[in-house]
Every structure is written in structure tokens, then in C-alpha cells.
């Protein structure tokens, strides 16, 4: 047997434990500016491997003596 309003107090917790946090906007908001210059980024080196130019870093080496 439910009681009245019951739904209603149900539906609240549920907003509630889906109200995003500061932190977890800010990691969308990251997320999603990263996936758009991702592309850009990727075009720019896909470029400049045609151009010859290598945006790879050569390995370092140590040499001791």
C-alpha cells in the first residue's frame, strides 16, 4: 500500500542524485573542448608528415663514457 506523494518523494532523490557537481561540469566542459581541437590536431599532423616534416620526437640517448 503506498501513500499519497509517495512517487513524488521518490522522484526528488532521484534528481537529486543525479544533480551534476562543480567538478564533474568541469570535467564535460574539458572533455569536450579536448575531443573538438582533437581533430584539428590530428589534421595538422597528418599534414605535416606529407610535408616531411616529422612532428615525432626522436628517441634520446644517454652515452656514457
Do not use: W, Y
Not at 522522484?11 to 544533480?19: I, K, M, T, V
Not at 599534414?47 to 644517454?62: C, W
Amino acid at each position: 500500500m503506498s501513500h499519497p506523494g509517495g512517487a513524488q518523494r521518490v522522484c526528488d532523490d532521484f534528481r537529486r542524485s543525479l544533480r551534476p557537481d562543480r567538478r564533474s561540469v568541469l570535467r564535460a566542459g574539458i572533455l569536450g573542448a579536448t575531443g573538438l581541437s582533437l581533430g584539428q590536431l590530428l589534421r595538422h599532423e597528418a599534414r605535416a608528415a606529407d610535408n616531411g616534416k616529422s612532428t615525432a620526437r626522436k628517441p634520446s640517448v644517454i652515452i656514457a663514457s
